[in-house]
């Protein structure tokens, strides 16, 4: 750890037709990521088609977090739409390759 206190916990979601973007700040972990997995399953129940969650201001994510974007996939998915992650952190960046996430969900940099 570098000294630097974490940030604060924040979503923001930006949507146009069929299209969103969720950037998420902060730390996803067991007190946070059913507001991500809330966030996410509202805008595949709305009819999101492409959900881009954009992880670069992302300081940490646990199993909770990616229990959050797998269930969101899989919802997008079934309705014949799809999942992104965006930018992740180097700390998000090296969680989803452990979990093997990355290699089932679309990273873009």
């Known amino acids: 750890m570098n000294g ?23 730390e996803v972990d067991l007190e946070t990521s059913a507001a991500l997995r809330t966030a996410l399953l509202d805008l595949a129940n709305d009819g999101a088609q492409l959900v881009t969650v954009d992880l670069a201001e992302t300081d940490f994510i646990d199993s909770t977090g990616l229990h959050a974007l797998v269930v969101a996939m899989k919802q997008l998915r079934e309705h014949g739409g ?24 679309k990273i873009l940099n």
Request: charge should be positive; aromatic fraction near 2%; charged fraction near 20%.
């Open 4 to 26: 630097t206190p974490p940030r604060s916990f924040a979503l923001n979601v930006e949507t146009a037709d069929q299209r969103a973007t969720v950037q998420v700040t902060g």
């Open 82 to 105: 799809d999942l992104v992650l965006r930018s992740p952190s180097r700390n998000a960046a090296r969680v989803l390759e452990l979990s093997g996430l990355a290699t089932v969900v």
